[in-house]
């Protein structure tokens, strides 16, 4: 989010002192005070600060000795430069600087002017003392005071009005950003593509410099999947999540937690975030209906603290973007639901066929050959009828896993229906596809499984290929041939893999 520019002008504050009619015979005049005041203004600032001291809110601003020591050094400065005689740019400047550490510090404009209406009522009667020649004299003095102390006042002022439009510049545009990754999120249905508009906003609402979204897995109870915006690979790399760590302990309060080197901050930065040149990082929870999604880390180069305001809009954030990962999520798991096959997490028969489409243009375009292998586990059906469902169910995923560790990445396997699986094999020729396939069946022929009563379960699948362009020339002469090759193999006893030929 943009800092917003202060709008303290000096051009303004002559036009000020103009209206106030504070000119050259002021300034006079208050050179001739200067000398007198100059000399001990502790009658003054000890008097101011015996005042203040009997209030609960201004009190509560000067919580030990040192401090009070401190602001009546200030306070005797400024004192003795009210009356100086040098109202310049450095001097117009202080005083904008001054009245915005009033405000920081929480000091609310109505007490800031009593605390001057107690500066003057001290004031008028040590002027009266020093005024020698007459009522005049005196009058003239007050009149001059006045209008620098008003002066001040007035820039001071104006340090509220001018953080009040900061922070009604940057609420406007944090919530246009909140309004912006509401409609963007509800509308991208990916994992993916919804953490990253979830960071990108959460950075531009509080000027982060990088972001972090981890989430957690119920089964494990552990944080699994990391996504990160703005930090480095060896960051990201060494994010670790001990058990009653920072993470945990969000989750477990529902509420955020800030990180920094401030005296008194419990969770202190670990040297991995020093390194990485972050000062300060708040994560907060992600938990929708007290289901645990995760959690967002927010980091800073800069800054220590964040305003109240913006943790009230990353609480909004996070249920928006709770909502959205739950959303996202339900559609990635239909699209998988769609492709796959539920017991085996193959693909399905009609993704297969999607990819085989594909694959069978991409061969034509590059001349390489594609193999397609047709699996059918033997008499499956007695292992069935023998062990039960179940022990069915767990013989297809134990095939399923020996495919997926013996093929490619690039290869595509599914499962085509009941007991039958089918390979795909880009690039690959028949004499290869051969030497795939008998790797697969002797790792199925050497599996070990036992029923429910502990009795062995033999398996074996006879196998039949078909290759592109030499077997067949389009997708379905390709599985249509490899289907008569598995036939064969069915035929000739089982636990074999043959090649599709026309002979």
């Given at each position: 989010m943009p800092e917003t520019e202060s709008q303290f002008e000096l051009d303004d504050v002559e036009e000020l002192k103009r209206f106030l009619e504070f000119n050259e015979t002021d300034i006079h005049i208050l050179l001739n005070l200067h000398q007198y005041l100059k000399e001990d203004p502790a009658f003054f600032v000890d008097q101011f600060y015996h005042h203040l001291l009997n209030f609960e809110f201004s009190k509560s601003l000067i919580p030990d000795q040192a401090t009070l020591t401190r602001l009546k050094k200030s306070q005797s400065h400024y004192f003795t430069s009210l009356t100086a005689g040098d109202y310049d740019e450095a001097y117009l400047r202080e005083r904008f600087c001054i009245g915005r550490a009033h405000q920081q510090v929480g000091l609310e404009p109505r007490w800031y002017i009593g605390a001057y209406r107690k500066y003057l009522s001290l004031l008028i009667p040590h002027l009266f003392e020093l005024s020698k020649t007459g009522e005049d004299d005196f009058l003239q003095a007050i009149e001059s005071i006045l209008k620098v102390v008003f002066l001040d006042i007035a820039i001071a002022m104006e340090t509220y009005v001018d953080k009040n439009r900061e922070a009604m510049v940057r609420r406007a545009a944090q919530l246009a950003a909140l309004n912006e990754v509401a409609v963007t999120v509800n509308a991208t249905l990916g994992v993916n593509e919804t953490l990253n508009e979830v960071m990108k906003c959460a950075m531009n609402i509080v000027n982060a410099q990088a972001s972090a979204i981890v989430l957690f897995d119920a089964e494990s109870r552990s944080f699994t999947e990391k996504y990160s915006m703005g930090l480095s690979p060896h960051f990201v790399k060494n994010m670790s999540f001990r058990r009653g760590g920072l993470a945990d302990e969000v989750f477990n309060e529902n509420h955020y937690i800030v990180s920094n080197d401030l005296e008194g901050t419990k969770h202190q930065l670990s040297k991995l975030a020093r390194d990485e040149g972050i000062v300060s990082f708040v994560c907060l929870p992600l938990v929708s209906h007290k289901r645990r999604l995760g959690v967002q880390y927010l980091y800073f180069h800069q800054r220590q603290e964040l305003f109240e305001d913006e943790y009230a809009l990353l609480g909004t954030l996070s249920h928006i973007a709770t909502g959205a990962i739950g959303n996202a999520h339900l559609h990635t798991r239909a699209v998988t639901l769609s492709m796959t096959d539920e017991l085996t997490n193959l693909f399905n028969r009609r993704e297969f066929m999607v990819r085989?489409?594909?694959?069978?243009?991409?061969?034509?375009?590059?001349?390489?050959?594609?193999?397609?292998?047709m699996a059918d586990i033997d008499h499956f059906k007695n292992i069935n009828d023998s062990y039960g469902h179940p022990?069915?169910?767990?013989?297809?995923?134990?095939?399923?896993?020996?495919?997926?560790?013996?093929?490619?990445?690039?290869?595509?396997?599914?499962?085509?229906?009941?007991?039958?699986?089918?390979?795909?094999?880009p690039g690959i020729d028949k004499q290869v596809a051969y030497r795939v396939a008998e790797r697969i069946r002797q790792s199925v022929e050497q599996l070990q499984l036992r029923s429910n009563n502990k009795e062995p379960i033999h398996v074996s699948i006879s196998m039949g290929i078909s290759c592109f362009p030499k077997c067949a020339q389009d997708e379905d002469s390709l599985i249509k041939n490899a289907d008569n090759a598995l036939y064969r193999a069915k035929n000739q006893g089982r636990n074999q893999t043959v090649i599709f030929s026309e002979s």
């Open positions: 085989l489409e594909q694959e069978m243009l991409r061969s034509r375009r590059s001349h390489k050959p594609l193999s397609l292998i022990t069915g169910d767990l013989v297809l995923t134990e095939l399923a896993q020996i495919f997926m560790n013996i093929t490619r990445d690039i290869d595509i396997v599914a499962r085509f229906g009941g007991e039958e699986f089918i390979f795909l094999l």
